[in-house]
């Protein structure tokens, strides 16, 4: 229904910066609100930002604030988030969602973000 296709993942020092992006498509106009998860081997896929559709407003988690930031462009049907010094625990796969409250949720297939000492 919904279809997020990421892109923008590598590897990068410490300290360093990566911008990923996602492209949405198909029933675009029913997403309520789009963000980041990331997830390590073993551990649970945790929230990274979210943005609400509506208001624009945008939530993060603890462990990238100050240092993250996400945003959209309508034109394009893309959710980017801009990661900025970064860190070796943000080593994660990075996925996006979108969620809708007559479709569910949707995921990206991932990306990943190595981040070396």
């Known amino acids: 229904q919904v279809q997020l296709v990421e892109s923008g993942g590598g590897l990068v020092q410490a300290g360093g910066s990566l911008r990923l992006s996602c492209a949405a498509s198909g029933s675009i106009f029913l997403i309520n609100a789009m963000g980041w998860y990331r997830q390590t081997p073993g551990k649970q896929r945790d929230l990274v930002a979210q943005i609400i559709t509506n208001d624009g407003s945008t939530n993060y988690a603890d462990s990238v604030k100050g240092r993250f930031t996400i945003s959209r462009d309508n034109a394009k049907n893309t959710l980017y988030v801009q990661m900025n010094s970064l860190k070796p625990e943000d080593t994660a796969v990075y996925y996006c969602?979108?969620?809708?409250?007559?479709?569910?949720?949707?995921w990206g297939q991932g990306t990943q973000v190595t981040v070396s000492s």
């Open positions: 969602t979108a969620k809708s409250p007559w479709l569910g949720g949707s």
